[in-house]
């Protein structure tokens, strides 16, 4: 009489052979995980930097708005430099001294405030902070400056060394590195432009 043996279970073959399939599903499913994270923190970092820059070019728009004559009697517009610009700006209590640069890819920004009377500016208390990463400008200008006579159209900027007294009305190109790999686009830049109201002769808000 013939005894049929039913063997259960998996070989070793088989065995092998779903472990290695199971280890290949669950790499897959781990660099899928990875890759929509990585993508997404590089969004949320594009999107940061630009809401950032944004914000950045418009205040110092705002801050140029309100410039006047420092505490000490200095003319309003200090230095106006293709990638530095210094003016005083009213914050409503002080006059202060405001420091706009471009060092190693970072805008900063330094503050001096009046001190002693009458008022003088001391630069070595200066207060400096990053308010701009990624900044992608390199050599190219970022701060150019226009006479009176600017109607936002036909008129080239000032040529360097600007004589501040001339200069009316400011405009920004701040470029800043795409972090987010969006295709095409290695960098973009957020322009803004304002009248120093004090300044002004003929030019609208």
Same mark, same amino acid.
């Given at each position: 009489?013939?005894?049929?043996s039913d063997?259960?279970?998996?070989?070793?073959?088989?065995?092998?052979?779903?472990i290695?399939?199971f280890t290949m599903?669950?790499?897959?499913?781990?660099?899928? /995980?990875?890759?929509?994270?990585?993508?997404?923190?590089?969004?949320?970092?594009l999107?940061?930097?630009?809401?950032?820059?944004l914000r /950045?070019?418009?205040?110092i +728009?705002?801050?140029?708005?309100?410039?006047?004559?420092?505490?000490?009697g200095?003319?309003?517009?200090?230095?106006?430099? #293709?990638?530095?610009? +210094?003016?005083?700006?009213?914050?409503?209590?002080?006059?202060?001294?405001?420091?706009y640069?471009?060092?190693?890819?970072?805008?900063?920004?330094?503050?001096?405030?009046p001190t002693?009377?009458?008022?003088?500016?001391?630069?070595?208390?200066?207060?400096v902070t990053? /308010?701009?990463?990624?900044?992608?400008?390199?050599?190219?200008?970022?701060?150019?400056?226009?006479p009176?006579?600017?109607?936002g159209?036909?008129?080239?900027?000032l040529t360097?060394?600007?004589?501040?007294?001339?200069?009316?009305?400011?405009? +920004?190109?701040?470029? /800043?590195?795409?972090?987010?790999?969006?295709?095409?686009? #290695?960098?973009?830049?957020?322009? #803004?432009?304002?009248?120093?109201r004090?300044?002004?002769v003929?030019?609208?808000?």
């Amino acid at each position: 009489m013939k005894q049929i043996s039913d063997n259960s279970g998996f070989t070793l073959i088989e065995a092998t052979v779903s472990i290695g399939i199971f280890t290949m599903i669950i790499v897959g499913l781990l660099s899928l /995980v990875s890759f929509i994270l990585t993508s997404g923190n590089s969004q949320s970092t594009l999107l940061s930097n630009n809401s950032q820059a944004l914000r /950045v070019a418009f205040n110092i +728009i705002k801050e140029l708005r309100n410039a006047k004559a420092s505490a000490s009697g200095s003319y309003a517009l200090d230095t106006a430099a #293709a990638q530095q610009l +210094i003016f005083y700006s009213d914050n409503g209590t002080t006059i202060d001294r405001i420091n706009y640069f471009i060092q190693n890819g970072v805008l900063k920004k330094g503050i001096t405030k009046p001190t002693g009377s009458p008022a003088t500016y001391n630069l070595g208390q200066e207060v400096v902070t990053t /308010v701009q990463n990624d900044v992608a400008n390199g050599g190219n200008t970022l701060f150019y400056y226009y006479p009176d006579t600017y109607n936002g159209v036909t008129d080239n900027p000032l040529t360097q060394p600007v004589n501040v007294t001339r200069a009316k009305f400011i405009k +920004i190109n701040l470029s /800043v590195y795409n972090k987010g790999g969006v295709a095409n686009a #290695a960098s973009y830049t957020v322009t #803004a432009g304002g009248t120093i109201r004090n300044l002004k002769v003929n030019l609208g808000n």
